[in-house]
């Protein structure tokens, strides 16, 4: 495959930043071993950058990031690609918008996976973040594109970039790889937060419509 110039660019330019964001899912303990893993897609080009399968964090480098089409092909990497990769090229193809997707099992939100229970928006970060509750996709078996359909059904009408898949962990999207991170990042937090809460008695749900008022201020007042 002939690639320009700028697509070239690009591609090295991402897997700088996938590598680095790796990072960031040690540095909030969302992920333990070689589990979990950050993708980007590649602007102008139907193809993604994604970590390699079973690699210590502290091996990644730019370098051995692997480039894949969106059918989960490997164009460019000496190693195989992570085991989530059919499944987030689903979501590229499905979700134009989507520019980066995240997989963890960070140990709260997992757990309220394992229960098959959407997180409820009883705080205002999570009203600002996600727009409602974080809900729960289908359970799925890794290695194809099951997650990936699982995922895109549940988020497709949802305000959530986060969805707990049952059974399996968090995936979380955004409009760029650091976005995606960010999501998955406030997911573990509200879902410890909310999971504390409960020990101590029932968190008082914020009301639909101040919910759609604290989002809407956030994602588009809050900040520079």
């Given at each position: 495959?002939?690639?320009?110039?700028?697509?070239?660019?690009?591609?090295?330019?991402?897997?700088?930043?996938?590598?680095?964001?790796?990072?960031?899912?040690?540095?909030?303990?969302?992920?333990?071993?070689?589990?979990?893993?950050?993708?980007?897609?590649?602007?102008?080009?139907?193809?993604?950058?994604?970590?390699?399968?079973?690699?210590?964090?502290?091996?990644?480098?730019?370098?051995?990031?692997?480039?894949?089409?969106?059918?989960?092909?490997?164009?460019?990497?000496?190693?195989?690609?992570?085991?989530?990769?059919?499944?987030?090229?689903?979501?590229?193809?499905?979700?134009?918008?989507?520019?980066?997707?995240?997989?963890?099992?960070?140990?709260?939100?997992?757990?309220w996976?394992?229960?098959?229970?959407?997180?409820?928006?009883?705080?205002?970060?999570?009203?600002?973040?996600f727009?409602?509750?974080?809900?729960?996709?289908?359970?799925?078996?890794?290695?194809?594109?099951?997650?990936?359909?699982?995922?895109?059904?549940?988020?497709r009408d949802?305000?959530?970039?986060?969805?707990?898949?049952?059974?399996?962990?968090?995936?979380?999207?955004?409009?760029?790889?650091?976005?995606?991170?960010?999501?998955?990042?406030?997911?573990?937090?509200?879902a410890?937060?909310?999971?504390?809460?409960?020990?101590?008695?029932?968190?008082?749900?914020?009301?639909?419509?101040?919910?759609?008022?604290?989002?809407?201020?956030?994602?588009?007042?809050?900040?520079?």
């Amino acid at each position: 495959m002939t690639l320009t110039q700028d697509v070239q660019d690009t591609i090295l330019r991402l897997r700088r930043e996938v590598c680095a964001l790796h990072a960031e899912l040690t540095r909030y303990e969302l992920v333990v071993w070689t589990a979990g893993n950050v993708s980007a897609r590649v602007p102008g080009a139907d193809m993604m950058v994604i970590k390699p399968s079973g690699v210590s964090y502290d091996d990644l480098t730019p370098d051995n990031m692997v480039v894949t089409d969106l059918d989960g092909t490997v164009l460019e990497g000496q190693l195989a690609p992570s085991s989530d990769t059919a499944a987030q090229a689903y979501v590229y193809r499905h979700l134009p918008e989507v520019g980066g997707v995240v997989h963890t099992h960070s140990t709260y939100a997992t757990a309220w996976a394992s229960r098959a229970e959407p997180i409820p928006c009883v705080l205002t970060m999570m009203a600002d973040e996600f727009g409602g509750e974080i809900p729960v996709g289908p359970f799925a078996l890794i290695g194809d594109d099951s997650i990936g359909r699982g995922i895109v059904d549940t988020l497709r009408d949802s305000s959530s970039p986060a969805v707990l898949m049952q059974n399996h962990g968090v995936f979380a999207i955004g409009k760029d790889a650091r976005s995606a991170v960010k999501a998955a990042v406030m997911c573990e937090d509200v879902a410890r937060t909310t999971h504390i809460a409960r020990q101590l008695g029932e968190p008082v749900p914020i009301r639909p419509d101040q919910i759609a008022s604290l989002f809407d201020r956030y994602q588009n007042a809050y900040g520079q």
